[in-house]
């Protein structure tokens, strides 16, 4: 598939099978997330991957909406703000989220291309969250990505509604 037709055909999934995901396919999905471009090469991410149905308890309590429990996977996706690379000479933006955000997309897509499902989470408690996962003071969580096989029977893919290419570019 070309990318942009994946690009295409992903959407935010709120529902899922209880079909467990493989590691492979985790690793898989992980590994690219690694490769992801960043500010200098700095790299300023962690990636929690939570499968422990105690941990998972705790991390959905972050985000309380029932949808995100039938996930069987969580993985959430911090910037690590000691390793950051900081624009030096001017106002000095961080860009660990930025950075954090390119991996987080590439999950959201080598998830798509292998056939599962993702949503991305930014609507979460970060103190509980932190709590949960023992996120260390120099990271940050960005988002939570549930992961798993789409379960078809329940999943609503909504109609993408984008702005047209003229709207917002501008061309000098």
């Not at 969580?74 to 390793?83: E, G």
């Not at 292998?114 to 509980?128: A, E, M, Q, S």
């Not at 798993?148 to 984008?162: H, L, M, Q, T």
Request: net charge negative; glycine share 4%; proline share 6%.
């Amino acid at each position: 598939m070309q990318l942009k037709g994946l690009i295409e055909g992903r959407y935010s999934v709120r529902a899922y099978s209880a079909q467990p995901v493989e590691p492979e396919k985790i690793n898989y999905i992980l590994d690219c997330a690694r490769l992801a471009p960043s500010a200098c090469n700095f790299q300023p991410w962690k990636f929690y991957v939570v499968t422990s149905e105690d941990i998972k308890a705790k991390v959905q309590q972050s985000y309380d909406r029932e949808w995100f429990k039938t996930a069987p996977v969580h993985i959430v996706v911090c910037k690590d703000s000691s390793t950051s690379w900081k624009r030096k000479n001017t106002d000095n933006k961080d860009f660990g989220d930025v950075d954090a955000a390119i991996a987080a997309e590439h999950i959201c897509l080598a998830a798509a291309e292998i056939g599962l499902g993702t949503c991305w989470v930014c609507n979460f408690n970060p103190d509980i969250l932190r709590e949960a996962l023992d996120i260390p003071a120099h990271q940050e969580a960005i988002a939570i990505f549930p992961l798993g096989y789409i379960d078809n029977e329940k999943s609503i893919r909504p109609e993408k509604n984008r702005k047209p290419l003229a709207d917002i570019t501008e061309w000098k």
